[in-house]
């Protein structure tokens, strides 16, 4: 069957909201970036408790560069930038 874009929209939204909820269930976060990427567009998502903050859309093929200085950005950022929870500890023997 035919999907219309919204169908597939609503679909890959839906998709998104389970990855980051696992993500989040199993990692002390306490936020997530994901992309959200189509074939010509893409959108930059940053996942939390209370939500998602969903960027403007870009075409990352004629606008390649958005995407490049993102992903560079992002492997740049230090674990606590990423959103890694880093006021968790390893118990000790006693604990």
Not at 23 to 44: E, G
Request: hydrophobic residues 35%; contains cysteine.
């Amino acid at each position: 069957p035919n999907q219309t874009d919204l169908e597939r929209a609503q679909a890959g939204l839906g998709q998104q909201v389970s990855y980051a909820t696992e993500v989040c269930a199993r990692q002390h976060r306490n936020f997530l970036f994901s992309i959200f990427i189509t074939p010509t567009i893409a959108r930059f998502l940053r996942w939390d408790r209370s939500g998602v903050v969903v960027s403007a859309s870009f075409n990352y093929r004629t606008e390649p560069s958005i995407l490049c200085d993102f992903l560079w950005r992002l492997g740049n950022m230090t674990h606590e930038q990423r959103g890694a929870d880093i006021s968790v500890t390893k118990a000790s023997q006693d604990e």
